[in-house]
């Protein structure tokens, strides 16, 4: 079945470690996306996406980087730059054709700052 | 400023009983609607989503919504709630043809008492 698919599912980070969230799909989805959960939040835009080698910073895009060297793939890296990256990532994609979008969730990582 | 407020943080109902949880938006655009349900520890799933013709849209697992522009509202209702539909919702907005990004909400916990 298609579907996304982030790993781990649990990640500790140090102090001053620079960790990488995978996010694969294979959807044949042309926009992916990474979002940020924390409690009584809801979800802030970190990257998006929409074509391969081309990305852009979302609402909160400091600390973090991604890379998009492939249509599947879409790794987002927390760098020691973000000061508090304790949260719950969210990965999403869509398909742009036609218009009639809707986001297609993974089932997230857990970060953990220990 | 586009933004989407869910005013209900909590909402406890018993099962059996009739569901109502409010979204209301502001967007300057034609909107695209969303709702997401989120099960603890898990991605978000789409119940429903409008984006024109009839404003009463149908959706999975028994919600439906309606899109009332007059009162920039876009609630979710459900005429009797199962225990299973414990897990935290989420609205969400976004323009048509326009995939730059989705505005989500701060999301309603439901809780659902035996």
């Known amino acids: 079945d298609g579907g996304i698919t982030q790993s781990p599912k649990y990640l500790f980070r140090k102090e001053g470690q620079n960790v990488t969230l995978s996010c694969e799909q294979n959807?044949?989805?042309?926009?992916m996306y990474w979002y940020r959960q924390d409690p009584g939040q809801g979800l802030r835009l970190i990257y998006y996406?929409?074509?391969?080698?081309?990305?852009q910073k979302g609402d909160i895009a400091e600390g973090y980087s991604v890379s998009r060297e492939k249509k599947e793939s879409f790794p987002l890296t927390v760098t020691s730059a973000q000061k508090n990256p304790t949260a719950f990532y969210l990965c999403?994609?869509?398909?742009?054709?036609?218009?009639?979008?809707?986001?297609?969730f993974g089932s997230g990582t857990r970060l953990t700052v220990v | 400023a586009q933004s989407v407020t869910q005013p209900d943080i909590h909402i406890t109902v018993s099962e059996g009983a009739s569901l109502e949880l409010r979204c209301n938006y502001s967007y300057g655009a034609t909107p695209y609607l969303f709702w997401y349900v989120q099960s603890p520890g898990q991605g978000l799933q789409l119940l429903l989503k409008y984006f024109s013709g009839d404003t009463l849209v149908q959706g999975i697992k028994g919600f439906e919504a309606e899109f009332k522009r007059s009162q920039s509202s876009f609630n979710l209702r459900k005429p009797s709630v199962h225990w299973s539909d414990a897990a935290e919702y989420f609205c969400?907005?976004?323009?048509?043809?326009?995939?730059?990004?989705?505005?989500f909400g701060t999301g309603t916990r439901l809780q659902v008492f035996p």
């Open positions: 996406s929409q074509i391969v080698n081309d990305f």
């Open positions: 959807l044949n989805h042309d926009a």
């Open positions: 969400a907005v976004g323009a048509r043809y326009n995939t730059d990004k989705l505005i």
């Open positions: 999403a994609s869509i398909s742009r054709q036609g218009g009639l979008y809707g986001y297609t």
